[in-house]
């Protein structure tokens, strides 16, 4: 059940402020009685309200210039307001009345079923007025929430393929790729860096691969693939490269393999990080 909303009665004459209240009663709305302008005021300045019901005769302000300040107010701009008026009033008037803010006007007496049923339809106005309010907060947060999970990923991406390519440009990382049902090898930049061949000319293979792994170390390497094949989805190990002008170089590759639906193995990619400098200082510390 939806909370009661305020609705403001302003009626200098206290016998008409509690037919107000026997009237609009059933709605189970909060009436709130004001007997001035002055009073309504102060209410509204604390307190948000659905719709306003404002005598057009009363001492001091009257309905209009009520009505009139009201609109001056950026809270209640768009406020229902509906007069009520025990006089008869004329097209100039009533146009003086919507000029001032007026929605809707009430005669004298006063119709029960008319006064309440034009209040609820201001007051279901304002409730989903209100709800639309809070659901497009909701989407803002969310949308702002998101901006800024995706800001940050995008910066933790950056700073990561920053970090890549510094590597890259050091001579320290390459990656590679690999299909076994055709036996197609793909290898980037940084991978042809690292073992010290022309990628103009290499033509990449399991053959070619070995001559230039030490011999030590390329069972290794297959001992791996192989255990990937049978289950194991990521491998790492230490191996050392002998480039083709003698100079040997340590590294440590990461594999990961991709299984198709049977959990067969469809490809395998990795990553190889040349760590010969700090194979070296290591042995120096010893």
């Known amino acids: ?67 009139a300040m009201l609109r001056e107010h950026p809270r209640f701009q768009q406020t229902a307001i509906i007069f009520i008026s025990a006089i008869h009033l004329t097209d100039v008037d009533r146009l003086r009345g919507y000029a001032m803010g007026a929605v809707d006007y009430v005669p004298v007496p006063v119709i029960p079923d008319v006064l309440r049923a034009k209040v609820k339809v201001f007051v279901e106005l304002f409730r989903k007025t209100r709800e639309l309010e809070q659901l497009n907060l909701k989407l803002e947060r969310r949308v702002a929430e998101r901006t800024a999970e995706l800001e940050a990923s995008t910066a933790r991406l950056l ?22 049902a055709i036996d197609e090898w793909r290898w980037d ?77 469809v490809r395998i990619s990795g990553v190889t990080i040349d760590v010969t400098d700090r194979k070296e200082a290591e042995e120096r510390q010893v």
């Open 1 to 67: 059940m939806s909370e009661p909303v305020n609705i403001l009665l302003v009626d200098d004459q206290p016998d008409k402020l509690l037919a107000y209240e026997v009237i609009l009663g059933d709605l189970k709305e909060n009436l709130v009685k004001t007997a001035s302008a002055r009073e309504a005021l102060q209410f509204l300045l604390k307190n948000d309200v659905a719709v306003i019901l404002i005598d057009v005769c009363m001492p001091e302000l009257d309905g209009f210039q009520l009505a």
């Open 189 to 265: 930049e940084g991978q042809h860096r690292i073992f010290g061949v022309d990628p103009s000319s290499f033509k990449i293979n399991a053959e070619t691969i070995a001559a230039l792994v030490d011999p030590e170390d390329w069972d290794a390497l297959g001992s791996m693939v192989k255990r990937m094949s049978s289950g194991e989805r990521t491998q790492q190990t230490d191996f050392r490269v002998r480039r083709p002008n003698g100079e040997i170089r340590w590294c440590t590759g990461t594999a990961a393999a991709a299984v198709d639906q049977d959990g067969q193995v």
């Open 159 to 180: 700073q990561s393929e920053q970090g890549r390519s510094l590597a890259l440009a050091a001579g320290q990382m390459g990656s590679w790729d690999w299909d076994p």
